[in-house]
């Protein structure tokens, strides 16, 4: 309890940060919108590239991992959309809820898994993090393409956004380069590796300031839906599928622990960039990341 505790405090943290100084005005309103877009054109895709390109996936039950992440996130996605007629949200809105419901903070899960699990459990969350970043990458933005708008759903966007997305590019390059076996130059990895550390500090501290205007324009119904979808939901999904596919021992433990991670700070910057409910979507992140102080040890101690 202590551990998880102590490696979700300082991205808590992080968040009252940026709420903190959007709220008293440091370093000023003109700071956080190009702060977004850098961490979005940028600093995101630095650290995905970074990432995937240098995970380590050898001696790993690659095949069934990557089928038990990719049938989780089918099933959360087919769930969230049966369920759109009940939540009675608009098309922003209703991202953000799918956002917060499919997407994982890979920080948390790293730290967790280091912490109870050591090295093995480490290396069998960099291929959780391979597989599920780029899947759960385009699940998000084709949903933002198609709904973001609140008018008729715009297919017809799809393409073009997916196509042209700096996310998505990245998570093409590092796979690539992975799955290739070309080697990055030293000083890439270590300037990408500078880099990318910015990504996480940056994109927390602008869901705090997303917050400073969230307050009355949230609803709370919504914000619970996401909540529960993410952290009851995903891993109970997640844990069936595991499994279904045939996984064991600290792969299977590792893979529903994942799963019942807090969304990514990304998605802010995803749900502003693209036309998502992005108040909703700090105040999911937040709660999210409080509430997984709690669920995360007894998912945990369920899993012995």
């Known amino acids: 309890m202590f551990a998880i505790a102590e490696t979700i405090a300082p991205i808590f943290l992080m968040i009252v940060i ?22 979005y054109y940028v600093l995101l895709p630095a650290l995905i ?24 996130a089918a ?4 769930l969230v959309l049966l369920l759109r007629p009940l939540f009675r949200q608009n098309g922003p809105a209703y991202t953000s809820v799918l956002q917060g419901a499919i997407r994982l903070n890979s920080y948390v899960g790293f730290g967790v898994a280091e912490a109870f699990y050591g090295q093995p459990g480490v290396v069998l969350s960099a291929l959780f993090v391979a597989v599920m970043m780029p899947t759960v990458n385009v699940v998000s933005i084709v949903v933002l393409a198609a709904y973001a708008r609140t008018g008729p759903v715009s297919w017809r966007r799809v393409p073009l956004e997916v196509a042209r997305n700096p996310i998505i590019l990245a998570c093409a390059l590092g796979g690539l380069l992975n799955a290739t076996g070309l080697p990055l130059p030293g000083w890439s990895v270590a300037m990408l590796g500078i880099v990318g550390k910015a990504a996480l500090p940056i994109a927390l501290m602008c869901v705090g300031a997303g917050l400073v205007h969230a307050a009355g324009t949230v609803r709370v119904a919504s914000l619970g839906h996401a909540c529960v979808l993410k952290l009851v939901a995903m891993p109970a999904i ?15 433990t590792v893979a529903v622990m994942f799963a019942a991670m807090p969304a990514s700070p990304a998605s802010y910057i995803l749900a502003r960039q693209l036309g998502g409910d992005a108040p909703l979507m700090a105040a999911i992140l937040t709660a999210q990341t409080a509430l997984a102080a709690v669920t995360l040890p007894l998912i945990l101690l369920w899993l012995g």
Do not use: H, K, S
Request: with cysteine.
């Open 18 to 39: 940026g709420f903190a100084f959007r709220r008293f005005g440091f370093p000023g309103d003109g700071f956080w919108l190009p702060a977004e877009r850098l961490a």
């Open 49 to 72: 590239v970074r990432n995937l390109a240098t995970a380590d996936l050898a001696g790993i039950q690659v095949g069934r991992m990557a089928l038990m992440i990719v049938c989780t």
């Open 75 to 78: 099933a959360m996605t087919a």
């Open 238 to 252: 997640g844990y069936f599928i595991a499994g279904w596919v045939g996984l064991g021992g600290l792969t299977f």
